[in-house]
């Protein structure tokens, strides 16, 4: 997916430790496992880097974060939230390309999808909808009865 400088670089962040570390999920500081990026917005969550397996974690910069024994990577940034905000829109922008329908849309049975369309999360494409080749339809996004998409490209505007 991306190193920790490559991310480092699209938020605006400083890196601490090894820039070349692959990052492959995001997730949550209890949860993130090898190769995750996690973040933390506030001291009360300082308590779980000691047993956190990510490979990497966002901090604010008005947080002091000592070593946690593991070689823990960080990238610091002004602003966690928003920093967060634009990696997970660039994450998601890339997952939908040429993955195929995630798990979590909705597909009516009713509907024509050729095998090449890529749909993300949360998508509800409803009776007698047809999707031609190659179209990639992002995250939360409805598609009403007999509808009919053929060159765009929908996603979630900024």
């Not at 070349?20 to 209890?30: A, G, L, P, Q, R």
């Not at 880097?49 to 901090?59: F, G, K, R, Y």
């Not at 990577?73 to 998601?92: A, G, R």
Request: aromatic fraction near 6%; glycine fraction near 6%.
């Amino acid at each position: 997916m991306f190193t920790i400088k490559e991310i480092s670089n699209l938020i605006g962040g400083t890196v601490v430790g090894e820039p070349d570390t692959e990052i492959t999920s995001v997730n949550n500081i209890e949860n993130a496992g090898k190769g995750a990026i996690s973040f933390i917005a506030s001291k009360e969550y300082i308590k779980f880097l000691h047993d956190s397996e990510a490979s990497a974690v966002i901090v604010p910069d008005t947080l002091e974060i000592k070593a946690n024994g593991k070689n823990m990577n960080y990238i610091v940034v002004e602003d966690v939230f928003h920093s967060l905000s634009i990696l997970l829109k660039t994450v998601e922008n890339e997952s939908i390309e040429n993955n195929g329908i995630n798990k979590l849309a909705y597909i009516s049975s009713e509907s024509n999808i050729d095998n090449s369309v890529s749909i993300g999360a949360f998508t509800y494409i409803s009776d007698n909808v047809q999707l031609a080749e190659g179209i990639k339809i992002a995250t939360h996004v409805f598609i009403g009865k007999m509808s009919g998409l053929e060159r765009i490209h929908l996603y979630i505007p900024e």
